[in-house]
């Protein structure tokens, strides 16, 4: 399982490995097309033996990682690129767990469900694997209202002209408090 091959006799050896981004789950296999593609939400390594990219190595499957999407037929992170089929960011404004099967952090158990970035004084830029990752806060003298889905730190605005925003991830208008009187 997991490669190809063909030949006259029995002992004849096997070609190479099932190609990256699809799988052999069983012996006999003729071409590096194998049985098929990676399922979605997984990522495919060459010489996998089952459809969730684990290999003869490797028993543990191989979801697409949290902050990236895969289609059916994602190759292995390791050495891809977006274009021949490596795990593709998510979203600007969503964010995406482990296993997501599109741009807004759907997966193959509830692909409906759409991770939109929702955390108040947060944003979620592309590649985004929480609503509310640390480095993700709107920025000083900027505030962010929940469930607005902002993509960058500029979030929902300034502050209110006579207020201040002494810290990152400001939740309303007034963000820290009123400026002092002179």
């Not at 191989?62 to 795990?87: I, L, Q």
């Not at 985004?128 to 209202?145: I, L, N, T």
């Amino acid at each position: 399982a997991g490669r190809f091959g063909s030949g006259s006799s029995p002992n004849a050896q096997c070609s190479g490995p099932c190609a990256a981004g699809r799988y052999g789950g069983e012996v006999g296999l003729t071409t590096a097309e194998c049985t098929g593609e990676c399922m979605a939400g997984y990522a495919c390594a060459a010489g996998s033996i089952s459809a969730t990219g684990q290999t003869a190595d490797d028993a543990s499957s191989k979801p697409c990682r949290a902050g990236f999407y895969c289609e059916a037929g994602a190759v292995d992170e390791r050495g891809g690129t977006a274009e021949d089929g490596a795990p593709k960011p998510c979203d600007a404004g969503y964010y995406c767990g482990e296993a997501s099967i599109d741009p807004q952090g759907g997966t193959a158990a509830n692909p409906t469900a759409k991770k939109k970035c929702s955390v108040a004084g947060f944003f979620c830029a592309a590649a985004s694997s929480a609503p509310d990752e640390p480095e993700q806060r709107c920025a000083k003298g900027r505030y962010g209202v929940q469930d607005a889905g902002h993509t960058t730190s500029a979030c929902s605005g300034p502050c209110d002209a006579g207020y201040f925003g002494a810290n990152e991830g400001q939740t309303n208008r007034s963000c820290s408090g009123k400026c002092e009187q002179a």
